[in-house]
């Protein structure tokens, strides 16, 4: 019995650590907010409780059209990602001349420091001296400069190129290690039986590469959902509101508008559509897991 005991106290002091970080980095400040969404929070010194107000705030035409938009920027951005960096993986899987240079090349979007990367964007999107702009002109493509940040159909677009640039690296050799990981036997097998490239990549490749895209589709996911950096540098939201996003929104009304009570129950809306989303993931994750075992 004291045996057992002390088994039982030793595995809770190896989770101690992991247990403080949970309470003390996630639970608590979960919690906190959870509370503050509930309050009308702001500079004032008192603070009353106003029930769900809030969150019926929250539901209007215009919120609708933040979460949509939300919605399409993380998909296009999520999607290209996955596309380009699979793409990209399975080019530098591949036996060719010069591949561990390509594989280098690959790292600059990643190990460039965010902002400066999504300066450079900015000014690449400048429509009197950017570079994109300037080409444009220069191959009559158009006829005057085009100030990409400015405009809405453009702006919302150029920010999901920008994420695309910074996300596709860490896509791209994640993938690369999950495609390594593939037995080469089976490749060897197929190509003795005649199986070209275009097959053995459908047949072989793809199948065995589901639960990483999986994994990597939801890391992509969360932190795109989650993005703040790109567009607040590039447009902050604008113009006319043409990019702002949850995250964005939540941002501007807590911290712009100093209404940190309308500020936590958007963050609170946010936590729990990525709740959903990991749970779909764990489903996801748990039939292919059930699958392999038959």
Known sequence: MDAKRSTVLFAWLLM?????????????????????????????????????ANYSKIFNATFAEVIIRTFIWTF???????????????????????????????MPPWIVPMAIGIFMWGWMYNGQFGMISGLLQRFGLSDSPIAFLAQGSTAFWATVITDVWIGVPMVTLYMLA?????????????????????????????????????????????STFN??????????GGPTGETTTMIIDTYRTAIGSNKYGEGAARAVLICIFLSIFCVFYFRMTSRLSAGDKR
Do not use: C
Not at 29 to 49: Q, Y
């Open 16 to 52: 101690a650590p992991a247990i403080l970080y949970v309470t003390v980095i996630v639970a608590y400040p979960l919690v906190d907010t959870f509370i503050l969404s509930f309050t009308d929070a702001s500079l004032k010194k008192t603070t009353n409780w106003v029930g769900w």
């Open 76 to 106: 296009f951005s999520v999607s290209l990602k996955m596309i380009i960096g699979t793409f990209g993986a399975s080019m530098l899987n591949a036996a060719v001349p010069g591949r561990a240079l390509f594989r280098v090349l690959t």
């Open 178 to 222: 999950a495609m390594q990981s593939i037995p080469q036997d089976l490749y060897e097998a197929a190509w003795t039986d005649g199986a070209g490239r275009f097959y053995r990549f459908r047949r072989i490749t793809l199948p065995l590469l589901v639960p990483s895209m999986i994994t990597m589709s939801m890391i992509s996911l969360i």
């Open 227 to 236: 993005s703040f950096d790109i567009i607040w540098i590039l447009t902050r």
